[in-house]
């Protein structure tokens, strides 16, 4: 039996700047995910599309455009799962385009799930990825302003100065069922250098499993701490996903998790929510696009 197919991407919690870039940049990419699935592509090739177009863009938090860390380099996580628990990740990877396609490879041409920082980059031009360079003028910009409010080298209390998570993550589910999850971060602004965020971690910025997929944006330390994704995603086989999301949401908000999810369960039903200031997203379902 075929199932319904649907895709949701968002471009991050926190603050929203250039909300009509963003609004474009999230259409183009469901387009192009959810046009995959209408062919009857898998949802992992979706998510890829998606996921990839806005790494490419460059107001986002991920591929070219990420954030700089303390010392001023970009290191950038990136994740995907499909609920037949298949993961890969790599973590604080550099000088590449697109980190959530050496995800995927980490995933399909390796035995294990994560690989970080010299050696994933190995291991991505291993894999055909060619040098680049994601660093943007205007994030340096914003580096050098905040920088500046820094007072000491090992900054004790860096989510007081970020306001803005731009990751980027998209979750689609194809007519056989399978969930897909992609998750791709430029990490938080000011970060110390070797720092790994949730986006790499399973359950934690992504995970998927029979239930339903769950992407995860905001500050990292917090949701690694209470495996967001994992959480929402669990809650999904339990209760209603508007029930599932409102509970997850509930229970960060209580902790001081300021985060915001996509998901999708396996009745194609979605959920998007965020305790910040705002949230970016769009979504494809039954053919119809909403946009937020
Ligand atoms: N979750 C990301 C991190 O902490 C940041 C974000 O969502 O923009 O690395």
Redesign the pocket.
Known sequence: MKSKIAIIAHG???GINYPHRRRSGLIKAVQAGYEILRQGGTSLDAVEKSATILEDITIF?AGTGSYFNLSGDVEM?ASVMTSDLMFGAVGVIRDVKNPIRVARLVMERTDHLLLCGENAITFGRLMGMEYHNPKTKEKKRIWKRKKKKCTSTYFKKISELVDL???IGAVAIDQHGLISVATS?G??NLRLPGRV???PVIGA?TYADKNGGVS??????E?MRHLLAFRAVTLMGKTTIKRAGERVMRYATKNSCKCGIIGINKNAEMLCLNNTKAMSWCYIRNGKLSVF
């Not at 995860?216 to 330390?221: D, P």
């Open positions: 991050g919690a926190g938090n996580d998570y731009g990751t971060s990490g938080i965020g949730d986006t910025g995860a944006t905001g500050h990292g330390e949701i």
